[in-house]
């Protein structure tokens, strides 16, 4: 289908950005467009007006900050995948990127539309929230930080308020072992259940796709670990605190079970890293 009919701006900065949010009716945010226009098209979305932030390159990066690293929300998912200090200091990033969709939606696509989208389905907002991420917004009232696991609100819900840039994601660098295990039944869906886990000497922090209304944390894997739980038995309770939705690919128990499936996978890959 064609979209409603809609205004165009582009933004030339940041700041530009959140003032054309901030004195158009209805508008909203235009990145890599391969959520929104979908959307659009289906007519389940129909902004007034369009804010292309999609060339403001300051916003395309990666590098060190503070012992971390800092990615700019405008980074597509290609380049996060080659990015070379990305895949050295935190390989789940660049890792979970290269595994979303197809060729075409990682070269548009952006990390930073992916988790202003608040699609539980999504893989990089359950990455983000097992590495225990920063996500730094700019607004009419300045900047601030919010802690990933403050940030999914609910399905398609986030802390941004209409007028909020997503400037920039911060990630610490990952010293244990990492995994992120996606099952789809096509090459190149969405995940029907995906699960990131990081950490060392036996303890993880787990975060699941698709097992809820935002990506969650399985805190019931997370403190039998803690426990001394192996990763066969903790992996037993992933569905706990779960609430996953039953769709043309799959119950919620079959994602139940799967989850359970790949968090013990994760966990093995975990130790073994
Ligand atoms: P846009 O579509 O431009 O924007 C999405 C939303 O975020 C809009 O509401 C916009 O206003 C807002 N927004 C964008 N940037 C910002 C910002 N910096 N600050 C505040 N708000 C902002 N995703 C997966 O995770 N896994 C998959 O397997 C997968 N497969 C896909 C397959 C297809 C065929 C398609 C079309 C998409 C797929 N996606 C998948 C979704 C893809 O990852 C999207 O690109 C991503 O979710 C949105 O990023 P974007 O830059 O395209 O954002």
């Known amino acids: 289908m064609i979209p409603a009919r809609f205004d165009y701006e582009v933004a ?4 530009q950005a959140i003032d054309l949010l901030g004195s158009r009716d209805d508008a909203k945010l235009l990145a890599g467009g391969h959520s929104l226009i979908p959307l659009m098209r289906l007519r389940f979305a129909r902004p007034a007006t369009l804010v292309d932030i999609g060339r403001l390159s300051e916003l395309s990066y990666v590098r060190e900050r503070d012992g971390g690293l800092a990615i700019g929300a405008l980074t597509r998912y290609h380049d996060l995948e080659r990015d070379e200090l990305l895949r050295a ?5 660049s890792y979970a990127s290269g595994l979303v969709g197809d060729p075409q939606v990682r070269h548009r696509g952006t990390i930073g539309g992916s988790v202003a989208h608040g699609d539980p389905a999504s893989d990089l907002p359950t990455v983000l929230l097992a590495l225990d991420a920063e996500l730094v917004v700019r607004g009419p009232g300045g900047e601030r930080t919010v802690a990933a696991a403050d940030f999914f609100r ?11 840039v997503l400037t920039e994601i ?3 660098k990952v010293e244990g072992g990492w995994a992120y295990e996606k099952f789809a039944l096509r090459a190149q869906d969405w995940a029907t259940v995906g699960v990131a886990a990081v950490g060392s000497n036996g303890t993880a922090r787990v975060a699941l ?5 935002t990506p969650i944390r399985a805190q019931a894997v997370e403190e039998a670990l803690a426990s001394g739980a192996d990763a066969s038995a903790a992996a037993e309770r992933a ?11 799959g119950s919620a128990d079959y994602r139940r079970h799967l ?4 968090v013990r996978r994760a966990l093995k890959e975990v130790a073994r890293r």
Not at 89 to 93: A, F, N
Not at 155 to 163: C, D, K, N, S, V
Not at 209 to 213: D, L
């Open 259 to 262: 989850a359970t499936v790949l």
């Open 12 to 15: 030339e900065s940041v700041e």
């Open 170 to 172: 911060r990630v610490p």
């Open 154 to 164: 609910s399905f398609f819900e986030t802390a941004l308020g209409p007028q909020d």
């Open 239 to 249: 569905g706990e605190g779960t609430n996953p939705p039953s769709d043309t690919n």
């Open 89 to 93: 200091e935190c390989g789940i990033v």
């Open 209 to 213: 796709t698709n097992m809820g209304t």
